[in-house]
């Protein structure tokens, strides 16, 4: 029960953190828009830093291994505070957390919010429709690809656990 509940508040923290954070600033997630949209935003505000679009960029690999460390350290305390008391039990936990909130940030916030909602989209890219539908496929490849992120992940938190558990 406490591994459901900390699914569904794993979903809504990640669900608001990126949408803040997107209506706050698009451009800081700029390479997660299709291509023609970021060149037509790079075209039209010539003072971004980013100077052409950005695929797995050094900074974005960066952002990203940070964000899996600091969801390494979250995971961890929420997968022993649901019970978790071995290796098996602390991966499996994790991975179960990691791929609902996972699932939900493809479903719901990229094919959702971010084709859907023009709130969310890059100043200046708002009339781009048929571009913003190309999230579709970039976002269910990113979804598989979070999904095997999500595996040496588990298996740390699986060790975290393991570890902590032999104190």
């Known amino acids: 029960m406490i591994l459901a509940v900390e699914c569904v508040i794993g979903c809504v923290l990640f669900g608001a953190f990126i949408i803040l954070s997107v209506l706050k600033n698009q451009a800081a997630w700029i390479n997660e828009y299709p291509e023609p949209v970021q060149k037509r935003y790079i075209e039209l505000h010539p003072d971004c830093k980013i100077t052409g ?34 290796f098996l039990q602390g991966t499996l936990y994790c991975y179960c957390i990691w791929f609902v909130v996972n699932i939900f940030d493809t479903v719901v916030l990229d094919l959702g ?11 200046g890219t708002e009339d781009m429709d048929k571009e913003y539908k190309l999230l579709t496929k970039k976002s ?23 570890l902590v558990s032999k104190q």
Not at 57 to 73: D, G, H, M, N, Q
Not at 113 to 123: E, G, Q, Y
């Open 140 to 162: 269910l490849v990113d979804g598989l690809c979070g999904c095997m992120i999500g595996v040496p992940i588990a298996l740390l938190t699986g060790l975290i656990i393991f």
């Open 53 to 86: 679009p950005e695929g797995l960029s050094p900074r974005v690999i960066a952002r990203k291994l940070a964000a899996c460390l600091i969801f390494l350290v979250l995971l961890a305390g929420m997968v022993f505070f649901a019970g978790a008391e071995s």
């Open 113 to 123: 919010f971010m084709v859907h909602w023009k709130k969310c989209r890059l100043p």
